[in-house]
């Protein structure tokens, strides 16, 4: 029987009760399905609260559509996408961007999980040679896979990069309240005011019961989105569910109180990492992720309690994510195991 909060993945957290409450107050009499409601309207209000007027906001089901769909928008298929060599559109998305884009991703190498311009500019080949993908999109995610985070001056200079070759700046940001949070800025902070064209807002791991968005800076580039995200089959007849989410989340502080909590618990659970000489946290914990490398033995003898992810099995490292609900005592509990299993 493993433990019933674990720390494999913020996804794997239940909902929130805000959230919940919120499906439940919706859950009210007949309104028009496909987004032509009342609820929706209301949440794409919140929106604009949040990232500012002339955007363009869309809901879809899950984050790989999220993603997909932007790029999608953005490129034609014989453009490519830059993103780094742990991006999850490369790694973790079983090739849906390549498959529905046409384009290719190129990855680049990425120490900290971050690109830089001058990583970048060495991964923009055969510009105008008819015989090469054409560099459209420069995809970057905050926070990182790594759990790091960009600091705003590293997004703006990619964007300014991006914009001056006719390029644009799509953010992964499946955590995007996690980055923000740390870098005590608003969404749009975080976001449009960078320079980023075009963003996946992330809910699931936040808190929601499957609900994303994209959200366009510029309404131009949403030209004919309503025929992709049909033709992606990421339009949700009961719109209103998914909506009443996302406004519950921008309300009231939700998306930064469940965000903050789930940093402040990764914090915590790297001191007491750090208490253990046998473990080694390899990155920077700037987010609610904690990757730690540790005795390949102990490993699964841990996970027969925990369920977690071995992320580099040549180097024994492992993922540890905190959620909104992840608590002081699961901690606590979490890294007595730990030390227990080490010491037996």
Known sequence: MKAARGFASDNNAGVHPQILNAIAEANQGHVVGYGEDP???????????HFGDEIEVFFVFNGTAANVLSLTALTRSYHAVLCTQS?????????????????????????????????VRSACHGIGDQHHVQPRVIGITQATEVGTVYAPEEIRILS??????????????????????????????????????VLSFGGTKNGLMGAEAVVFFEKELAENFLYVRKQGMQLASKMRFMAV????????????SNACHANQMAKLLEEEVRKIPQLEIVYPVEANAVFV????????????QYFFYLWNEEQSVVRWMCSFDTSEEDIRKFTKLVRETLYS
Not at 42 to 49: C, D, H, I, L
Not at 246 to 256: D, I, Q, T, V, Y
Not at 293 to 299: A, D, H, S, T, V
């Open 39 to 49: 609820y929706t309207r209301s949440a794409v209000a919140k929106f604009e609260e």
């Open 87 to 119: 991006a999850h559109i490369y790694t973790d998305e079983c090739g849906a961007p390549e498959r529905f884009t046409g384009c290719k991703l190129i990855p680049v190498p990425s120490p900290g999980g971050k690109l830089t311009v001058e990583s």
């Open 160 to 197: 300014r990069f991006a914009h001056e070759r006719g390029m644009f700046v799509h953010l992964d940001g499946a955590r995007i309240a996690n980055a923000a949070v740390t870098l005590g800025q608003s969404l749009r902070e975080a976001t449009r005011d960078l320079g980023v064209d």
């Open 245 to 256: 989410q996302l406004e519950a989340l921008l309300s009231n502080g939700l998306w930064r």
């Open 293 to 304: 490398r540790m005795p390949r033995e102990m490993i699964s003898r841990v996970q027969e």
